[in-house]
Nanobody
Framework: VQLQASGGGLVQAGGALRLSCAASTRTFSNYIMGWFRQAPGKEREFVEAISRNGYSTYFADSVKGRFTISRDNAKNTVFLQMDRLKPEDTAVYYC????????????????WGQGTEVTVSS
């Protein structure tokens, strides 16, 4: 499975971005999909995840009420809508696919995209 993330860029605080992650697989709906991020000098951290059918989502407290994950299984794509961005959201954002396990843990994810950079200016 190959994952291609896109949509990053430079935005002012309070602005919005929508990240996309396209998967090259015919069994996209078999995977839990997640977004992680890694800020400069910090470890990679969990952001949001979505169940296989899209009915359940999970998010980190730091993005509650501002970020929304969604997926389109017909288009093999997962999205991350990021609103009311803050400078502390600056990071490289990675999408990942998991066949199962804890959605919070990196080790549960079997495939990773290359990352897309998000910079939020104050």
């Amino acid at each position: 499975v190959q994952l291609q993330a896109s949509g990053g860029g430079l935005v002012q605080a309070g602005g919005a971005l929508r990240l996309s992650c396209a998967a090259s697989t015919r069994t996209f709906s078999n995977y839990i999909m997640g977004w992680f991020r890694q800020a400069p000098g910090k470890e990679r951290e969990f952001v949001e995840a979505i169940s296989r059918n899209g009915y359940s989502t999970y998010f980190a407290d730091s993005v509650k009420g501002r970020f929304t994950i969604s997926r389109d299984n017909a288009k093999n794509t997962v999205f991350l809508q990021m609103d009311r961005l803050k400078p502390e959201d600056t990071a490289v954002y990675y999408c990942a696919a998991s066949v199962g396990g804890s959605y919070l843990r990196e080790r549960s994810y079997n495939y990773w995209g290359q990352g897309t950079e998000v910079t939020v200016s104050s």
